[in-house]
């Protein structure tokens, strides 16, 4: 596509409920990013996927956290037991390669109840 | 660790005026990037300017320019005949020449009166 696609755009959810969200990254990127905004703050980096090598998870909060990238496109990022601490705007986003610009895409918000 | 701060939680500015944007950065490494991003009520950041470290010049883009003082590690915006459309939450970044991952600031709040 055009650009870095996420769904869902709005999610929410009851504590305790897992969620998934998607990023569908720019075709041809390499690199793929999710971040954490949450009300009022700044981006809180999560996770770093860079073609086949291991993923960066060091942004990770909790083991609650997890995600995957299939074939070297989308992206999967998991929420167990979701936590009402856990409601944020989810972003992803993509760059060609590393060290290059990178684009956002318009985040997954996610409601914990 | 490299932190970056954005001081100014709100900002206003007129229509057509000029308006100048702070962010400071803590870092030990010599070879590193700046950004500024724009992010709307959509959601969606929008990359607005971007500076490498090893160069002196500030980088301008159209009406958006940086004031880049290395020494200081100062890194601040300024935005030339206002628009309304300019309005926006503004976050600078920082990445490190090492890593690919970008490090925020905590953003400010621009509002544009007509």
């Known amino acids: 596509g055009a650009g870095v696609s996420q769904s869902p755009s709005n999610k929410v959810t009851e504590k305790g409920k897992d969620v998934e969200l998607r990023c569908d990254p720019i075709s041809g990127h390499t690199a793929l990013y999710w971040y954490r905004q949450s009300l009022g703050q700044g981006l809180e980096f999560l996770i770093y996927?860079?073609?086949?090598?291991?993923?960066?998870k060091s942004g990770l909060p909790s083991d609650r956290f997890s995600a995957e990238r299939t074939g070297g496109s989308v992206s999967t990022l998991t929420i167990q037991r979701t936590q009402q601490e856990d409601s944020a705007v989810y972003l992803c986003a993509s760059s060609y390669l590393s060290g290059n610009t990178i684009y956002f895409g318009e985040g997954s918000w996610l409601t914990v109840v | 660790a490299q932190t970056v701060t954005q001081s100014q939680p709100e900002m206003s500015v007129q229509e057509a005026e000029t308006v100048t944007l702070s962010c400071t950065y803590d870092t030990s490494e010599s070879d590193y990037y700046l950004f500024w991003y724009k992010q709307p009520p959509s959601r969606q950041m929008i990359l607005v300017i971007r500076q490498e470290a090893y160069k002196q010049q500030n980088a301008t883009e159209n009406r958006f320019s940086v004031n880049f003082q290395k020494a200081a590690k100062s890194f601040s915006l300024k935005i030339s005949d206002s628009q309304l459309g300019d309005a926006a939450m503004y976050f600078c970044?920082?990445?490190?020449?090492?890593?690919?991952?970008?490090?925020f600031g905590t953003g400010t709040r621009l509002q544009v009166f007509p």
């Open positions: 970044a920082y990445r490190s020449g090492g890593e690919d991952k970008l490090i």
């Open positions: 996927f860079q073609g086949n090598s291991a993923p960066d």
